[in-house]
């Protein structure tokens, strides 16, 4: 399946993510990104950048709506992925105060 899908949760918080799988009442999707737009732009950051996550299963309950992204935004999101562009995080995390 391995389809690149933008999913907005009832949250609000829209996702960039590879469907896996879908079953009846689930989707399980695997490397989700946060959009998180500005004026002139959009920007990408990990979903959850503080779990390990390989692949995530959302409740169809928790998705407004599941659509595909533009040839744009899909190429952006594959280059991110990919090489020395993939989003890596720190190792040791720091609290801010």
């Known amino acids: 399946m391995s389809q690149i899908k933008l999913i907005r949760l009832t949250s609000g918080e829209e996702i960039l993510v590879y469907i ?3 079953s009846g009442l689930t989707i399980t999707v695997k490397d989700p990104v946060l959009l998180i737009p500005n004026k002139d732009q959009i ?3 990990p ?3 503080y779990c390990e996550l390989d692949t995530m299963t959302i409740k169809k309950d928790h998705i407004m709506f599941n659509l595909v992204p533009t040839d744009d935004l899909k ?3 594959k280059q991110m992925l990919k ?3 993939k989003i890596q995080l720190n190792e040791t995390p720091q609290i801010l105060t």
Request: aromatic share 20%.
């Open 20 to 22: 896996v799988n879908e």
């Open 47 to 49: 979903y959850m950048s």
């Open 43 to 45: 920007s990408f950051i």
């Open 83 to 85: 090489g020395a562009n």
């Open 75 to 77: 190429s952006q999101y």
